[in-house]
């Protein structure tokens, strides 16, 4: 009898997945010990503890999640689905995420507890402008093969804290996106760092932020490709903050349509740092403007590349006569900042505009 009682118990190891209706587990904790398969409609509120993981419903099919703050150990297969958080998703240490699928985020956050890599397409919206915020705690998201992140509503607010995004690949064919993009109402990156891949295709450039307003933290693009491809972004880095572009990217500054991938400043305290990069300046419809911050360069190889053909392609620093729209320029011992035009560029012209 005892023979057939371990029998029994290591087959029920073995079972991948287990299907179940909702959980309700407000007064004691619901322990699950393998991974459960969810259906559309389902809910898990409570005391939720799950050793591996969970399934969420398939082809669309939407669930709602509260866990009381218990984080979630296994793997978590998205399977096609809608996770819709009420409240914060707290990942342990030895959490994963699989498969396809759409996380609503309803003003809450989802803290990682490890590295993780992303093979699938997860893309984070909501319902409401309350956002959804991803605090990496100081981890590092990988994109891989396929793996792609995606921010995606009109009305959605989102944040992305205390991470690294790694190999922010492009293949970019006509609209198609690239592994990584933000069509948001606003995005705030605080204490970023996303190191962009290789780009094939044609290479317009990671996306920064949606059609409305990107702030800027604390944010480094380093790796190699091109930065700022949307025309539509507002770039606002705000007081004490950097907007860190570092080593091998090229970024563009341009009034092509309208001038919203030329980033502003709040005051002094405001940096934008050029460490062996490349800024692409496009002036077709009026001169290219910064003002207020710090402009910082470091790194022996930095350029402004003026391109455009019919008008000059010219870049005015510091907004005189009001002193409060000054630009600082620091330019570190052994650093090197270079200006070149391309053979359909009328003459750059470079103005320093501050008031002392």
């Not at 996106?177 to 990671?206: C, H, Q």
């Not at 606002?236 to 991938?261: C, E, M, Y």
Request: glycine share 12%; charged share 15%.
């Amino acid at each position: 009898m005892l023979f057939y009682g371990i029998i029994y118990f290591l087959l029920l190891s073995w079972v991948p997945s287990i299907s179940a209706a909702s959980i309700s587990a407000k007064t004691s904790i619901s322990y699950n010990t393998s991974q459960v398969s969810f259906s559309a409609g389902d809910d898990v509120t409570g005391f939720v503890y799950f050793k591996e993981g969970f399934k969420c419903p398939p082809s669309g099919g939407s669930m709602t999640m509260s866990l009381a703050g218990i984080p979630v150990n296994g793997e978590i297969d998205l399977n096609g689905g809608v996770l819709e958080l009420n409240d914060d998703l707290f990942l342990s240490s030895s959490s994963k995420i699989t498969g396809s699928g759409h996380i609503l985020g309803n003003g809450h956050s989802v803290y990682l507890g490890n590295d993780l890599i992303i093979t699938g397409s997860i893309t984070f919206e909501g319902a409401t402008p309350q956002g959804i915020v991803i605090n990496g705690d100081g981890n590092t998201l990988e994109l891989r093969n396929e793996g792609l992140l995606r921010f995606q509503a009109s009305n959605l607010t989102a944040t992305l804290r205390n991470i690294t995004i790694k190999n922010a690949n492009l293949t970019f064919a006509g609209a198609a996106p690239g592994s990584f993009r933000v069509i948001a109402a606003e995005m705030t990156y605080d204490n970023v760092k996303i190191i962009m891949g290789r780009l094939t295709g044609f290479p317009k450039g990671l996306e920064l932020g949606g059609f409305r307003n990107t702030v800027i933290r604390k944010l480094t693009i380093a790796g190699s490709g091109l930065t700022f491809g949307n025309d539509s972004t507002r770039v606002h880095v705000t007081k004490n903050s950097v907007l860190d572009i570092d080593q091998d990217i090229t970024f563009r500054l341009s009034t092509v349509g309208a001038p919203f991938t030329v980033p502003t400043f709040e005051d002094r305290s405001s940096v934008l740092r050029m460490n062996n990069t490349t800024a692409f300046i496009q002036g077709f419809f009026g001169p290219v403007e910064l003002k207020r911050g710090t402009l910082l360069i470091e790194g022996a190889w930095n350029t402004f590349h003026f391109s455009g053909s019919g008008s000059s392609p010219n870049i005015t620093i510091g907004g005189g006569p009001d002193p409060a729209d000054d630009m600082d320029i620091v330019i570190r011992n052994g650093a090197l900042w270079r200006m070149t035009r391309n053979i359909f560029s009328a003459a750059p012209r470079f103005t320093y505009n501050n008031t002392t």
